[in-house]
């Protein structure tokens, strides 16, 4: 069935560089997506969202990028801080109401 | 902002035993309510929508006799896990939407999760 995937499962940065978190889905019908975060032993917290119509959103530190062409979602984070080690998941936007989850990229923040 | 509660933060149960997990919404009525669950190092994976007054929606493969969802009012939806076994251990999410701010289908206010552990 449609799925959202992740390839790397843990990513390690040096702290004040920046990131960045890749993601694969093969849903081409989705309307928008989604980047979320979780640290350990919490519920996942909203990063930013993005339209399927748009290729680019920025936000506060972080930027999305959609490739529509080859399904690619990726996350930036610029200057990475030690509070954003966490795991952070793509998702999509699809049916009434749903959100699927991918599988999750480790952000490991090296001080 | 808005907030969604989970209790009991973390719950050990026997095996056979049923638990159950509230998820509350604090300052915002909640229409629509979603439990997920979680194993160690793996997605989240939605197992039911919750709708205030009216029966769950469950994804495939979830047993709704084994899942027993509530959403008696607009700011709290119960899951039972019943006659629990060790492979029910596992964290579980609730999420709510609050129609009244939240303008994208997708948008929801997600809790802090509960850990379930059957011994």
């Known amino acids: 069935g449609e799925s959202v995937g992740l390839h790397l499962p843990t990513l390690s940065v040096q702290e004040g560089d920046n990131s960045i978190i890749n993601c694969a889905y093969s849903?081409?019908?989705?309307?928008?997506f989604i980047w979320y975060k979780q640290e350990s032993g919490k519920g996942p917290q909203f990063i930013i969202d993005?339209?399927?119509?748009?290729d680019k959103r920025q936000g506060q530190r972080v930027t999305v990028l959609l490739n529509k062409t080859v399904k690619h979602l990726s996350l930036q984070i610029a200057a990475t801080q030690p509070g954003d080690s966490a795991v952070y998941f793509c998702a999509e936007g699809g049916g009434y109401q749903k959100v699927t989850f991918g599988t999750g990229t480790k952000l490991q923040v090296i001080p | 902002g808005a907030v969604v509660s989970q209790h009991p933060s973390w719950v050990i149960c026997k095996s056979g035993t049923s638990v159950k997990i509230e998820c509350r919404s604090l300052?915002?009525?909640?229409?629509?309510m979603f439990w997920y669950r979680q194993f160690p190092k793996q997605s989240l994976m939605l197992m039911a929508t919750s709708n205030e007054g009216s029966k769950a929606t469950y994804e495939q493969g979830v047993e709704k006799d084994k899942f027993l969802i509530n959403h008696a009012s607009l700011t709290l939806s119960t899951l039972t896990v019943t006659s629990a076994h060790p492979e029910d251990s596992s964290f579980y999410i609730c999420?709510?939407?609050?129609?009244?701010?939240?303008?994208?289908?997708?948008?929801?206010?997600f809790g802090p999760g509960t850990r379930l552990t059957v011994t």
């Open positions: 300052d915002f009525q909640a229409t629509t």
């Open positions: 849903n081409s019908a989705s309307d928008y």
């Open positions: 993005i339209r399927s119509n748009m």
């Open positions: 999420s709510a939407r609050d129609p009244y701010t939240q303008v994208m289908a997708y948008e929801q206010y």
